[in-house]
């Protein structure tokens, strides 16, 4: 009896250092209807194919949709910038897949618009797995094979209207912000890097699109490239750190009304500081007059 729990017990900790838990997931009944299937595939064209394009519909409250279109790919990094705080919360939820698998498919743009018109959610199985690496949370959705279609899931966000993304490459990402919301302020918020295109669409909203993202050349790469007169590749795999922050679009006009109304009062204080050294000023002169026996100055 002894032995079989230490084996137990030896199971449990060999699975809890590995630090990944695999995990067969089938989606029961999502919900699909919450989710926006643009077919969004501009700039996205890839060795006769598309890179994957994530578009990211941000909220208010904490929460993030996100609409993934996959093409003849069988494995989904996610890499989550969630709030600490909350800790009981669930970082991924309602996923939903529509689709097919690659080789019963065939890439096209005409294949995504059915798929969006459609929305028959798919009943194509993976797993999900968690591992921490370097300090980064990974929450992997893994299928058998490669698919081809939409995966889409809600993601929870840091508290704050502040959007933070790790992109890969290659890829396409649009960051969608909520109706009567903006960015660009020097002193509030802008997007960084500066996005490739910025738009509005049919609901008025803000949509900032990044191309293709490649991890920016440092400047010391830079530097051996002009000295060498050679391109230095840079990894085909790499990452960069996409940020929004974004406020409502009355913000500046009640941030300038705010600068205006503190300014007015800072001077007021000024101009009655000034005044009453003035004033003492010429106390004091009158007081040292009449202890000198002189007539003060008017």
Known sequence: MNRQILLVACFLA????????????????????????????????LNGGFARTSTFY???????????????????DIMPLEDLTKTDAETLSNIVVIGDYANNTSSSIDLFENYSTQQNVSALNYTIS????????????????????YVAYTMTSSTGQEF??????????????PESYTTGNLLIGRARPKPDQIYYDNYG??????????ADKSSLVTMLET??????????????????????????????????????LALIVIMDSLNKRRKLRKLREQIEARASGKKPRI
Request: charge should be positive; aromatic fraction near 6%.
């Open 130 to 149: 968690e591992k921490v690496t370097k300090g980064q949370k990974h929450i992997y959705l893994n299928f058998t094979e490669p698919i081809r279609g």
């Open 164 to 177: 933070l993304h790790i992109a890969q490459t290659p890829s396409v990402v649009r960051v969608v912000l």
């Open 227 to 264: 000295t060498f007169n050679r391109e230095i590749q840079t990894p085909s795999n790499t990452l960069k750190l996409i940020g929004v922050k974004f406020y409502k679009e009355s913000a500046p006009r009640s941030l300038l009304i705010v600068g205006v109304i503190l300014g007015s």
């Open 58 to 76: 941000l909220s208010t409250n904490s929460s993030v949709k996100v609409v993934n279109i996959i093409d003849n790919e069988s494995l989904i």
């Open 205 to 214: 909203r803000m949509n900032l699109v990044w191309n293709n993202t490649n």
């Open 14 to 45: 060999v699975i809890s250092l590995s630090g990944c838990t695999d995990v067969a997931k089938t989606p029961i009944a999502p919900n699909s209807s919450v989710y926006e299937y643009d077919v969004f595939l501009n700039g996205s064209e």
